[in-house]
Each structure stands twice: as structure tokens, then as C-alpha cells.
């Protein structure tokens, strides 16, 4: 321990991995008459994707004192015992310690092939005057090769690393080299020295690493049909006819994941993955209506009711109904005011439901430490007491941040959840369009929103599993069978991410759009847009009875947002200007700072706002032709300082990102 050579930053992996990208699509039609036509569409797309992350490390690595590449030092320095009492293992021979980030091994990639194919087959046309339907079939299918490579094959690592000298030649050879009864799989170890950074010859790295190939397929299947127009004369109101469209669908999705032999067995670094297949299907009817009460009437140029159901039968979660009503009234042509009230229902996916298990590493900050105990709920101190008493251990003394044992990456596992139910969603909205006669090109909307999700699906982080196991009101939660924790220590050694059903997720804030056009016969056309956002709530409750929790404008969730597009045209010229903006945020939760009011220097508490700029010019050298040049992140505005998924906050990390294209079509 306290070493100071390992490269930090070869734990951060790629700042963007490498990417390539192929697609093709094609579209086509056929009119048999003007009231039936048959259409397609076909995609194939290819993408590959190559990543680096940390190397491999171990902890505790014993290394006996025969094994010839031991320094003398070290070797004079074993204490008798010593090793066994720190591992209480009394069965472990004499030596020393090792504790290595096998640089030397080579750092961990993934190298990743997902291809897509796409078909859609369908018919659409007239009934009549007053109706049209549409009849279709879509199947999808998207394959994925998941390569690790240079995974690591544990048996034949532990194997080269137990170095002993040859009695006959005394070169160094492995320990299992010389025991007839070993394992016909360690044949052909190659020592290796863990003392120092070791230059290993590829005949180390062939016997020590593998590349595992681990394979996913996910497949949807859709039928559907509709028809829709309105009851013409035969039904209609002050404002107009009746609109309407009803329809029926069919969809089946499956996904299967069968992991590369070694790793299935929990053979390798990257190990532990089971096979994993699941598939559902769902029947929908549907129904829409828009009801035109009044039409061009004094106080009431427009007003109009309309609603819609969708009726669905899930094999995995059973039957749900999703249903709105809505109203636009418009007493003037310059003003006029929109509102709905929904209940929205959403399905767990297939990935949320059967996303195969895959290998996590992350940095956990353990809730239960003596310093991080009071930056929690009110419940954490007592269930962290609780938690460790019933390891064996003193609450008032566990201090994993200050054991290098605890202070690394924790390797996890992260996967879907066949127990996820729907989440269910009430939601309000309010709004206002002004068009005012004396601006003309103006358009203002304003629209509030209101929403309430009961069993919403949510991913939390790693650590944010770790708090929530003990910041609810007691330990029996569905987060703390999540985290392991090692039986000796305490320390969190393993960690499970999946899709949960939180108890509750609300939020509220207004929308705001404005649009202005003012034409010019003399230099051109300027078109100016702002949308604008502001965040009046945002809270969850993470299961029944657990405090609620403000997340608004806390770690990396503004409350304010704008975007502002200036546009010049002018003949064949186009010029653009765009700017994003939101106002700063705080780094750590309030009840972070709440516990510990000197957590960070107050200068830390936010992270900065954002300033994004973006410039474009276009050119059109002839009719449907085009050439175009632009700058992203135009100032080269930088990121705020951050670890994990914040080292890209608020700004992307690459920087000013610069572009040029060719435009045509045919």
C-alpha cells in the first residue's frame, strides 16, 4: 500500500469511445388506385463501438517466500503470522501482501457489433369521403456481439502469479508446473511477477487472457390497424363534423442473451453472467373523438372538446387503460387556451424487463462510514447501527474511506427486473397561444404542467442503492437486497442495478415557446426562437413511507433552461446562430450538506451554468443542393469539474466541434 505510480487516469477509460456507423433505408410505394396503396420500408443499420476502462486489480495477493522474483527485503521483512492474522485465515501459508492495478496486463476493452434489420409491409387508402384506414406489419430485429477483450481467465492468473524456482534448472517456474495432481487447464502456466510493473511475454498474455464473445438478440413483431375520418352530416355540431379514428394492435417483443462459455462459469474478470430470455406480448384497442362545439362565433372562434382510450392486455403485467380528455377554446383569433387531464400508463420494456446481467465497476462512497452517516435521511444513522451490529461491528468506528481495501471500484452487476409492474401517471395541463393582430409573425405559448407518477420505473446509481438501503425508514426495502456487503469487513464488495418501481415521482413547471418572423425586402428574412423551461417541483419518494426528497435544481438538475435561435436567410444564404443556457446547480444532494454543513468548501457547493454556442451557414448551389459548414461549443466552453457520468457537465468534454456536409436529393 501507498504506492503513488498507478495512473489515475486509466480508470476513466475513453473520454468518447470509438464509433462507426452504417445505415440504409429505403421507402417505397405503389398506387393500384387512388383509394388503395401499398407501401414499404426496409433498414439495415451497422454500428461497431470500441471502449477502454480500468485494468484488472486484486487485493491481498500472497505472495510466499520461495517465489525467486520476491525482493530480499520483502523477503527479510515477512513476519511470522502476520498475513493470517490480517486475512484471519490460519490456513495461509507465511508471506506477503501484494496489492497491485495490473497496468501491465493491459487495460480492459469492449468491443461491440449491434446490427439492425427493419421491414415494414401495409396498405392504406379511402373507404370513402369521410374515411381512410391503414393496415400494417413491422418486424425489427437487432443482434449484438459483445466482445471483452483481454478478459482475464482467474484459475490460470492466481496459477502464474504462485512462482516457485525449478529444482532442476532453479529458473521460475509456477507452483502448479510441478504438482502432478493440478489442473489440466493450468498446462503451460507462465510465471509472472506481481513485484513491480512486469513486462510479460505474449506467451503470458495468451495463457492468462481470453477475448469472451457474449451475444444478445432482441426482436419485435408488429400488426396494426386503423381507420379514421369524421361522420360527416350524418353527425355533426355547431363547430363542424365529428372526427374520430379507432384501431386494434398486436406487438411481441423477445430478447435472448447467452454469455461466452468461461463467463458463465465465473471463470473470467468479467464473469457471473447467466443466460437470460424473456419475451411479452400486448393486445391494444383504441378510440379517439374530437367534438367541434362552436366555430366562428361571437366569443368563441374556436371550441372544442376531444378525447381518446387506449384499452391494453400485457402477458407479463395483465390489462391497463390509458385515457385523456382535452379542450382548445379561442374566443379571439390573437388568443386562445388549450388544457388536458390524462391518465397515462406505460408498460415496462423489454430491455427494463429482460435486459441480460452485464459487468459494473464503480466508485461506492459506503453511506455507513463514521463521516457520512448524518448526510442522510433521518433513518440512516439508525439502520447503518443496525446494519453493522449485526455484522459484528462497532457503528461508531466503521471507517471504510480510510481503508485502501474499501477505497476502490466495486464490481457489480446491472441487469433487468421481471418484476416490474406499470407505472402510472396523472397529468394536467394548462396553456395559453397569443397571436396578436398589431405583431404580426408572433406567436407566444405557455403551457403549465402538472404530473404525478405512482410505482415510477427508475435505474438508481450504485451509491445511490447504497443510500437508499439505509435511508428509508427501515432495512427492509427492496434496495438493500442489492448490496453486499463482505461478512468480516463490512465493505461493500458487490452491488446489483436493475429497474425498480419507486413509490412516487412528481413534477410541475411551465413550458414557454416563443417564434417571430420579420421578413424584410431588402436584407432578407430573420426568424428568432425561445423556448424556455422552468422546474416549479420536482420530488421523489423512493418506496412507501420513505421521506420525500426535492430533487429540483440538486445535483445536475437545473431549474431554469432556455434556448435561443436567431436564423438569417437570404436568397441561396442561410446563417444560424443557437445558445443553451441553464442556470447553475448544486453539486450534492441537500441532505448531504444538511448533515455535514462543511462537506465542501462553499465555493463547491454549484457547479456552474451553462453557456453553449453554436454557429451553421448554408448555401444552396442550385434547386434541392446544398452545402453547408458549423461550430459546435462555438467559445470551447469546458466542464466543471466532476467524476463519473458528471465529467461531461454542463458542457460536452470534446470541446469545439467543427463540421462541414453536402446536402442533395434526387
Known sequence: MGGSNTRTAGYQGDLFPKLRRNLVNAF?????????????????????????????????LLAQPDNPFMPQAIRDAIVPGAAQ???????????????????????????????TTRAVLGAKGQISDHARYEVSYTWGRTKSDIIERGNRIENRWFA?????????????????????????????????????????????????????????????????????????????LPGGNIGYAIGAEYRKESSDFRPDALVEQS??????????????????LFAEVNLPILEDHRFAKTFSIGGAVRLSDYDTIGKTTTWKVDSVYAPTRAVSFRGTYAQAVRAPNI???????????????????????????GSRAANCATLLEALGLDPTTFSPLSSPEASVTVEGVTSGNTGLSQETAKTWTAGVVLKPTFLPN????????????????????????????????????????????????????????????????????????????IPTESVGTFDLLLIGGYVHRLTEVATPGAEVVSERRQQYKPRYLATFNATWHRGPLTLNYNVDWQDKTKRFADDVIRGDPDY????????K???????????????????????????????????GLYASYPVSAMGRFMYAGFRASF
Open 28 to 60: 417505397g410505394h405503389f398506387d393500384v388506385n387512388d383509394r388503395f396503396t401499398l407501401f414499404a420500408e426496409g433498414k439495415y443499420a451497422e454500428s461497431k463501438v470500441f471502449s477502454v476502462s480500468q485494468p484488472t486489480f486484486d487485493f491481498y
Open 600 to 607: 465542501v468548501d462553499s465555493r463547491y457547493l454549484f457547479a
Open 442 to 517: 408572433f406567436t407566444l405559448t405557455a403551457d403549465w404542467y402538472d404530473i404525478r407518477i405512482q410505482d415510477a420505473i427508475n435505474v438508481p446509481e450504485p451509491e445511490d442503492v447504497a443510500d437508499l438501503c439505509v435511508d428509508q425508514p427501515t432495512l427492509e426495502n427492496p434496495f438493500c437486497a442489492l448490496v453486499t456487503r463482505d461478512d468480516g469487513s463490512g465493505f461493500i464488495v458487490g452491488f446489483r442495478t436493475r429497474p425498480e418501481n419507486v413509490a412516487a415521482f412528481t413534477t410541475a413547471g411551465l413550458d414557454l415557446t416563443t417564434r417571430y418572423s
Open 160 to 236: 502464474a502469479v504462485d512462482v516457485v524456482a525449478d529444482p532442476d534448472t532453479g529458473q521460475p517456474v509456477c507452483r502448479s508446473s510441478l504438482d502432478p495432481d493440478a489442473d489440466p487447464d493450468l498446462a503451460g502456466c507462465v510465471p509472472y511477477n506481481i513485484f513491480g510493473e512486469s513486462r510479460p511475454s505474449q506467451a503470458a498474455l495468451d495463457f492468462l487472457l481470453t477475448d469472451s464473445l457474449n451475444r444478445s438478440t432482441v426482436t419485435q413483431k408488429v400488426a396494426s390497424g386503423s381507420v379514421s375520418g369524421d361522420f360527416g352530416s350524418f353527425l355533426a
Open 85 to 115: 492474522a490480517f486475512l484471519e485465515d490460519d490456513t495461509l501459508p507465511d508471506g506477503a501482501l501484494v496489492t497491485r492495478d495490473n497496468f501491465d496486463l493491459g487495460i480492459n476493452a469492449e468491443d461491440i457489433t449491434r446490427k
Open 609 to 643: 451554468a451553462k453557456w453553449e454556442h453554436a454557429v451553421q451557414a448554408s448555401f444552396d448551389i442550385r434547386e434541392k443542393m446544398s452545402v453547408y459548414a458549423g461550430a459546435t461549443n462555438l467559445f470551447d466552453e469546458k466542464p466543471e469539474f466532476g467524476v
Open 267 to 284: 471463470l473470467t474478470w468479467v464473469g457471473g453472467l447467466q443466460p437470460t430470455r424473456g419475451e411479452f406480448d400486448v393486445k391494444e
Open 351 to 377: 430491455s427494463e424487463l429482460f435486459q441480460p446481467p452485464s459487468a459494473d465497476f464503480r466508485f461506492i462512497t459506503d453511506p455507513c462510514d463514521i463521516t457520512e452517516q448524518n448526510n442522510g435521511s
